[in-house]
């Protein structure tokens, strides 16, 4: 089965600064799927940035860029010039090529103060 | 595209009543999810369906628990003799096959609070 576990509980950080959310996975598949969610206020989860385990380049989208490590199975999430908007909490999830469920991390809980 | 949409927002009960909550996916699309969140964790999966077919379902799914989709369209998650650990948000999630890698789109949920 597969497991992902996001150490950091929360994080705060001044708007405009960089953030670095980490995330670890273990699994024994050699071809899957990365995300990052967000979840604001709103409740709705809200796909960030995904990568493709096949993919040596790293995915980024905008502000927001991840580091993957398929040997130390990491999977980080960089957001530049963080906003307020940014606030939110912050999921890692993984899916299995071929499958249809996510497995998701328990969460980082971003704060962006002004 | 209106979104995933899910019904009601907020739904309180009291213990060993039963509740269903409704979830309309995005119009074109034909696989829909259901998940669960509990209080400080991640959603996970409950079961998923393919058209009007339930194809997975996970061991979190007691059989207190039955989910529905019987024309393909909308999805009904109903929960029997309900107990306080069913307390959680539960997330209705879409996507077009072949492509839940891409696009798939989440409600904002129903949150139950069983007292």
């Known amino acids: 089965a597969q497991t992902v576990t996001q150490s950091q509980p929360e994080m705060s950080v001044q708007e405009a600064e960089t953030v670095t959310l980490s995330c670890t996975y273990d699994t024994s598949e050699n071809n899957y799927y990365l995300f990052w969610y967000k979840q604001p206020p709103s409740r709705q989860m809200i796909l960030v940035i995904r990568q493709e385990a096949y993919k040596q380049q790293n995915a980024t989208e905008n502000r927001f860029s991840v580091n993957f490590q398929k040997a130390a199975k990491s999977f980080s999430l960089k957001i530049s010039d963080s906003q307020l908007g940014d606030t939110a909490m912050y999921f890692c999830a993984f899916m299995k090529q071929g499958a249809q469920k996510l497995v998701f991390g328990q969460g980082t809980r971003l704060t962006i103060n002004p | 595209d209106t979104g995933v949409s899910q019904n009601p927002r907020h739904k309180i009960t009291k213990r060993g009543q039963n509740v269903t909550f409704r979830c309309d996916p995005i119009?074109?699309?034909?696989?829909l999810y259901w998940y669960r969140q509990t209080l400080g964790q991640g959603p996970e999966f409950l079961t998923y369906?393919?058209?009007?077919?339930?194809?997975?379902k996970s061991r979190l799914l007691s059989d207190r628990f039955s989910a529905e989709r019987p024309k393909g369209s909308f999805s009904t998650l109903e929960i029997q003799r309900t107990e306080q650990g069913d307390s959680a948000m539960y997330l209705c999630?879409?996507?077009?096959?072949?492509?839940?890698?891409?696009?798939?789109?989440f409600g904002s949920g129903t949150q139950l609070s069983v007292l």
């Open positions: 999630a879409s996507s077009l096959a072949g492509y839940t890698y891409e696009k798939l789109f």
């Open positions: 369906f393919q058209n009007e077919a339930q194809l997975e």
């Open positions: 119009s074109e699309h034909n696989r």
